[in-house]
C-alpha cells in the first residue's frame, strides 16, 4: 500500500512536470519515474496482456533431458518470457523486435537461462566453488557469465542455488554451496553481486534468480522431488539465511521449489512466498515456478486440477509460471469467476515489469551483436576459470609428502576414465559449454610436465560396467613408471536434477581398478571428480594421496596440472562432509549434541565421518597462535574482537582460510556444537605471519531465530572456535 500511494505522488508530480509536455505515453518515458510508468503502463493493458506477462514460454533445443516439454510453439509477441536456449543474439533481437513492434503496447521479453556455472566458460560446479572459500573469485565467475549470457542474447540466469545440502545421495548437491547456512549466505551475495553488477540497466548484467524457495534439499533420502518434512526451527535457522541474504542483497527474482514443506508445496506456499518473501523481507521482484512445478500440485495432492493449481500458486504468490501454460488456459476464467481478483493480477504484473525497467529493457530492448570470438573463452575468462578450479581443489591426503610431484618422479602413470574425458569434467548444468573448449587433464599434464617426467597413459576402466580387459594395460603403465596417478569419479548426470543415488561410493570397477594397481607397489595418487562427496572408506586405506578436484569445467588440465607439480598450492577445505559410508548419512559439522554424546553411534564404523567440513591440506604448514580476545566480558550491544595469527612455517607461498566458529552451549533452545559465523582467506608467504581478525556483533553472530524468524540473545557462557581451540567468554547484563 505504501509503494502504491508513493506511485501516485510520483505520478502526480511527474504530470505537473515538463516531462507532461511530451505526446509519448508516461511508461516509454525513462524520466518519469518507474512505479508511475508501470501504472501508466498496466492502465492501458488488457486482461489477455497482463495474463500473457505472467507467463515464460521456451525458445531452441532443450538443453535438460528431464524437462520433456512440448514442441516449441510459435512466439506471441506477448509472452513475458522466453526460457532461451539459442547461443545466437540475432535471433534473440529478432524475436524481441517482434514483441516490441507487432504488440500493442510494445513491452520487452525477458529472455532466461540456466547459467549455473558459466555459459560458455565454464567454471567448477557450485559445491567446489564454495571449497576456494574465495568470494571474490565466485563473484568474478559470475560477472563473466553475465557477460557471456547478454552477449548471447540472455536478460535472466536461474541462478545462484542456495538450497543448504546434507544429503550428498541428493544429486542436486552439486548445485549449492555446501552443508553450512552461514556460508551459502556468503556464496549468495557474491553471485547476486557478480550476475547484477551495481546497475542492472548496464550492459553484461544479467538478473539473478535465488533457488529453490525453500527447503527443497530436504527431500526425503536424497530423493529428488520428493517430499520434505521441514520444522518451522530449522526452516528459519537452515534454510531461510541463505535466501534472505540474496533478497538484502537485490536479487531480482526467486523460483519456487518442487518439494513439500510440512504439507504445504512451495509452489502453494502463501506463508514462504508473500508473509515472508514479500511482507517480512520486502522483496520488490517476482517470483517463478520452476519447471512444471504449477501443474505438479496435481500430483502432489493439493489440487484436484490444472485450473485449481493455478489458482493456489498464484494467489500464494508466484508471479510467472515456467512453461505450464496454466496460468494462460486458467486465469481468465478465474478472474471471471471472482476466484482470482483484479488487484492481485495487477500487482504480479507490476512485479515483473518493475524488473524489466531496472532491466532497461524499454529504453534498450536489445543486446549487441559481436563474433563468437569476442564473447567467449577470453584469455582473461580462462585465467579465472583455473584460478577457481584450482582453489576449489581439495587435498585430503598425503601420506610421506607424496604431493607434490617433484623431480623425483621421472615417469609417471596415468590412468582411469576421467584422463581424456572432456564431457563429464564439466558437470551438470554445463550451460553452453562445449568438449572442444575443455583442456582436458591429459592435455594439462603433458604441458605441465613436458621434458620433466614421462606419462604412460592407460584407460584402465570405463567408468562403470564390469569389462576388466583394461586391467592388465594399466597394470603394466603403473609398474614402468615412479608413481600411479588414478583419475576416477562421476559421469556428469550421475548428479545434478534427478541424479540421487542409493550409494555415494564409486562402481566397484573403479574401485577394483585401484586395488590392481596397488601390485605394482607405487605410490598411488588418487584424483577424484565428483559432483558430491563420495563414499571412501575402502580407497582411503590404500591410497598416499587423495585429491577431490570435482566438476572443474573447462581449464581443468591446468588446474588438475598445477596442483600436482605444485604450482597451485591446494589451498580448498571442504564446504561439506565426507562420510565414512551411505550410511552414515546424514552426517554434517553442526549437528547438536545427542542426550547420551558416547552412545547411540553406529556399531561397525567408527563415529566421526571420513572428512570433516573444512577439511583440506596445502603443500605449506601453518602454525596458529592463541586466540586473543579483547576482552571476555560484553554487554548485549557490545562487539567483541577476536584475534589469532597464523604463521606460515613452511617453504611455500600458499593461501590459508580461517574458518570461526561459535558455540552456545546453554540456551533456552538446544544449539549446534558449533556455528561457522565468519571466514576469510589470505594469501600467507613463506615465513610470513598474518592476523586473522573477527568483529563479533552480538545480536547478528550469537543469537538464534525461534520457529517464527524472530532473534532471541541472551546472557551467559559463549565460545568462539577456530582450528580446534575453544576459548570462553562472556555476555553480562
Not at 571466514?679 to 543469537?703: A, C, H, N, Q, W
Amino acid at each position: 500500500m505504501k509503494r502504491r500511494i508513493l506511485a501516485i505522488i510520483l505520478l502526480v508530480a511527474y504530470q505537473t512536470s515538463t516531462f507532461s509536455q511530451t505526446k509519448q505515453p508516461i511508461y516509454k518515458d525513462k524520466n518519469a519515474p518507474v512505479e508511475a510508468r508501470i501504472d501508466n503502463l498496466l492502465s492501458l493493458m488488457t486482461l489477455d496482456e497482463k495474463i500473457k506477462q505472467m507467463n515464460q514460454w521456451t525458445y531452441g533445443k532443450n538443453a535438460n533431458p528431464n524437462n520433456i516439454g512440448d514442441q516449441m510453439r510459435a512466439v506471441s509477441p506477448l509472452i513475458g518470457s522466453l526460457l532461451y536456449r539459442s547461443t545466437n543474439p540475432e535471433y534473440r533481437n529478432q524475436i524481441q523486435k517482434k514483441a516490441m513492434t507487432e504488440s500493442r503496447l510494445g513491452i520487452p521479453i525477458i529472455f532466461g537461462f540456466d547459467a549455473i556455472h558459466g555459459y560458455r566458460t565454464v567454471f567448477p560446479i557450485p559445491l567446489a566453488q564454495s571449497c576456494s572459500w574465495n568470494t571474490n573469485l565466485v563473484k568474478e565467475s559470475c560477472e563473466i557469465s553475465a557477460k557471456e549470457s547478454w552477449l548471447s542474447g540472455l536478460d535472466w540466469t536461474f541462478s545462484p542455488m542456495l538450497d543448504v545440502a546434507r544429503d550428498a545421495r541428493w544429486g542436486r548437491v552439486a548445485e549449492g554451496y555446501g552443508e553450512d547456512s552461514y556460508a551459502t549466505s556468503q556464496y549468495a551475495i557474491a553471485a547476486v553481486e557478480g550476475y547484477q553488477g551495481t546497475n542492472l540497466a548496464n550492459k553484461y548484467t544479467i538478473a539473478a534468480c535465488l533457488k529453490h524457495y525453500i527447503g527443497y534439499s530436504l527431500s526425503e533420502g536424497g530423493r529428488d522431488y520428493h517430499y520434505s518434512d521441514v520444522s518451522m526451527q530449522t526452516l528459519w535457522e537452515t534454510f531461510m539465511p541463505p535466501f534472505e541474504a540474496g533478497i538484502k542483497a537485490g536479487a531480482s527474482t526467486v523460483m519456487s521449489g518442487f518439494n513439500d514443506i510440512t504439507g504445504v508445496p512451495a509452489s502453494a506456499n502463501h506463508y514462504t512466498l508473500t508473509e515472508v518473501l514479500k511482507n517480512k523481507w520486502g522483496h520488490d521482484g517476482f517470483v517463478i515456478s520452476d519447471w512444471g512445478s504449477v501443474r505438479n500440485l496435481v500430483e502432489q495432492g493439493v489440487a484436484k486440477d490444472k485450473k485449481e493449481a493455478g489458482m493456489k500458486s498464484f494467489l500464494a504468490g508466484v508471479e510467472m509460471d515456467m512453461v505450464d501454460n496454466v496460468y494462460v488456459d486458467y486465469l481468465p476464467e478465474l478472474v471471471a469467476e471472482g476466484k482470482v481478483p483484479m488487484t492481485a493480477i495487477d500487482e504480479a504484473v507490476r512485479r515483473i515489469l518493475r524488473v524489466k525497467m531496472k532491466l532497461g529493457l524499454f529504453e534498450n530492448p536489445y543486446v549487441d551483436v559481436v563474433p563468437e570470438e569476442k564473447r567467449y573463452l577470453l584469455p582473461e575468462y580462462l585465467k579465472a576459470a583455473e584460478e577457481l578450479a584450482s582453489e576449489s581443489m581439495v587435498l585430503l591426503k598425503n601420506e610421506k609428502e607424496t604431493l607434490p610431484i617433484t623431480s623425483k618422479y621421472k615417469s609417471l602413470a596415468i590412468i582411469g576414465p576421467m584422463v581424456k574425458d572432456s564431457i563429464n569434467i564439466m558437470g551438470s548444468w554445463e550451460g553452453k559449454g562445449q568438449p572442444k573448449d575443455v583442456e582436458t587433464i591429459y592435455e594439462g599434464l603433458e604441458k605441465e610436465f613436458k621434458d620433466k617426467a614421462t606419462l604412460n597413459y592407460a584407460l584402465g576402466c570405463d567408468f562403470d560396467g564390469e569389462d576388466r580387459n583394461g586391467f592388465k594395460d594399466a597394470l603394466e603403465a603403473a609398474r614402468k613408471s615412479d608413481a600411479v596417478i588414478v583419475f576416477l569419479g562421476e559421469k556428469k548426470h550421475w548428479s545434478g536434477e534427478n541424479g540421487s543415488r542409493s550409494t555415494i561410493a564409486l562402481p566397484k570397477i573403479q574401485e577394483d581398478l585401484v586395488v590392481e594397481l596397488l601390485k605394482a607397489k607405487k605410490p598411488i595418487i588418487l584424483m577424484l571428480s565428483s559432483g558430491r562427496p563420495l563414499e571412501l572408506i575402502r580407497l582411503n586405506k590404500i591410497a598416499d594421496a587423495i585429491v577431490e578436484i570435482w566438476q572443474p569445467g573447462t581449464k581443468a588440465g591446468s588446474a588438475v596440472a598445477g596442483i600436482l607439480s605444485g604450482r597451485h598450492n591446494p589451498s580448498g577445505k571442504l564446504s561439506i562432509t565426507f562420510p565414512q559410508t551411505t550410511g552414515q548419512i546424514p552426517i554434517y559439522y553442526n549437528m547438536r549434541q545427542s542426550a547420551r554424546p558416547k552412545l547411540g553411534h553406529y556399531q561397525d564404523i567408527p563415529r566421526d565421518p571420513l572428512y570433516w567440513f573444512g577439511d583440506g591440506l596445502s603443500y605449506t604448514t601453518y602454525d596458529y597462535s592463541d586466540i586473543k580476545l579483547s576482552t571476555t566480558q560484553i554487554k548485549k550491544n557490545e562487539h567483541l574482537i577476536a584475534e589469532v595469527d597464523v604463521t606460515n612455517s613452511g617453504n611455500r607461498d600458499g593461501k590459508e582460510t580461517v574458518l570461526w566458529f561459535i558455540n552456545d552451549p546453554v540456551a533456552n533452545i538446544s544449539r549446534p556444537m558449533k556455528e561457522l559465523q565468519f571466514f576469510e582467506k589470505k594469501l600467507i608467504k613463506s615465513g610470513e605471519k598474518v592476523t586473522y581478525r573477527f568483529e563479533i556483533d552480538p545480536m547478528r553472530d550469537l543469537s538464534y531465530v525461534d520457529s517464527f524468524g524472530n532473534k532471541h540473545l541472551e546472557t551467559g557462557d559463549y565460545f568462539v572456535i577456530v582450528n580446534d581451540q575453544k576459548v570462553k567468554f562472556e555476555i553480562v547484563d
